[in-house]
């Protein structure tokens, strides 16, 4: 059984950090691009961004402004997003999606709200 599950999600500080996790189960994680995706309320889900399966590429949407980074550590089956610099317009329900061909895993997703 496929599983993909976020955690870390909370409240966070303007200005603050915070990194979200993402591990996956049921398949072979090591062969699926693992994304990240957010959906604040009223608004439609965005991208913000991706990791290859490898780990070697990379891409982010450009509201991330070098302050997002995206990992994996595929011996631990968990991908991971570290959040830098946040504000409050970064507020929404974080997802994780894994994605190989047109084979696509979504997780249920971590809010993370930025307030003081």
């Not at 603050?16 to 062969?31: A, E, H, I, K, M």
């Not at 490898?54 to 450009?62: E, I, L, M, P, V």
């Not at 994996?72 to 329900?93: F, G, H």
């Amino acid at each position: 059984q496929v599983h993909v599950v976020e955690s870390g999600g909370g409240l966070v500080q303007p200005g603050g950090s915070l990194t979200l996790s993402c591990s996956g189960s049921g398949f072979t994680f090591s062969n699926y691009a693992m994304s990240w995706y957010r959906q604040a309320p009223g608004k439609n889900r965005e991208f913000v961004g991706s990791i290859s399966n490898g780990g070697s590429t990379t891409y982010y949407a450009d509201f991330v402004r070098g302050r997002f980074t995206i990992s994996r550590d595929n011996a631990k089956k968990t991908a991971y997003l570290q959040m830098n610099s946040m504000n409050a317009e970064d507020t929404a329900v974080y997802y994780c999606k894994a994605r190989s061909g047109s084979v696509e895993y979504w997780g249920q997703g971590t809010q993370v709200t930025v307030a003081s």
